[in-house]
């Protein structure tokens, strides 16, 4: 079974930047694809970054790009979340989800995850 555990959610003004992390748990990490969605009250889960087992291939929508990275340490088992730039609507939980998968898949679609962190609250001030 995999846990999954985020940290570096807060309250932070527009412009300004955050480092979610999280931690993966309980299988080898470098055997998952790893993803970022959010949930804002009233909407639908979001994805908004996704990243290879190994090899480093990332995805992200319109909506982040540019402004949000993602990366992963498989030695140290966890993922990032570099968010810059940030704007009163990227106010939402974060939630990082992880997939068994072949090394060079990214996976955009929620309900393909095979697991959930808890989520980490996001809120950006303008």
């Known amino acids: 079974q995999v846990q999954l555990v985020e940290s570096g959610g807060g309250l932070v003004q527009a412009g300004d930047s955050l480092r979610l992390s999280c931690e993966h748990s309980g299988r080898t990490f470098s055997n998952f694809a790893m993803g970022w969605f959010r949930q804002a009250p009233g909407k639908e889960r979001e994805f908004v970054a996704g990243?290879?087992?190994?090899?480093?291939?990332?995805y992200y929508p319109d909506s982040v790009k540019g402004r949000f990275t993602v990366s992963r340490d498989n030695a140290k088992n966890t993922v990032y979340l570099q968010m810059n730039s940030l704007k009163p609507e990227d106010t939402a939980v974060y939630h990082c989800?992880?997939?068994?998968?072949?090394?060079?898949?990214?996976?955009?679609?929620?309900?393909?995850?095979?697991?959930w962190g808890q989520g980490t609250q996001v809120t950006v001030s303008s």
């Open positions: 989800a992880s997939k068994y998968s072949r090394p060079e898949l990214v996976w955009l679609t929620a309900s393909t995850y095979d697991y």
């Open positions: 990243i290879s087992s190994v090899g480093g291939r990332t």
